[in-house]
Structure formats: structure tokens, C-alpha cells
């Protein structure tokens, strides 16, 4: 069994409004001092097998076609 993580944020120069939105409620909250807030997403999956490069290729193709919209994301992948 391979665990992974996949990362998906924002490329940078991409308007981020959710972010933007918790900046604001973190200040509403009282904790003054957040200059800037980007949100993104984490995917924690399990791949049956125990070969890397392909669960490394399989993890790429997911990511490409379906965690992460490629044009206004990146991602990384972490294999544990």
C-alpha cells in the first residue's frame, strides 16, 4: 500500500476571493496582523501496490485530469 498527499494551490497572479474572504474573517476574529491568505486543497490517498514510479505516474495522470485544473493550479505529490 503506497500513502500519498497531493497539494493544489493557486499559481501565483491568480485572484484567490476564498482566501481573501478568510483574511477578513481572521481580522473579524481579532487576529490582527494577516497580511495575506491563500487557500488551496489537500488529497490524501492510498494506491494499492508497492511500485513507486507508477503510483508516481498514476498520481501525476489524476492530477492532470481531474484534483487540479491545471491552467490556474499547481501541484505537488508527496509518496510516504
Known sequence: MIKARVTVTLK???????GKAIEHALDGLGF???GSVRQGKVFDLELEGTDKAK???DLKAMCDKLLANTV???YSVTIT
Open 32 to 34: 490582527s496582523g494577516v
Open 55 to 57: 503510483a508516481e505516474a
Open 72 to 74: 490556474i493550479e499547481n
Open 12 to 18: 501565483n497572479g491568480v485572484l484567490d476571493p476564498q
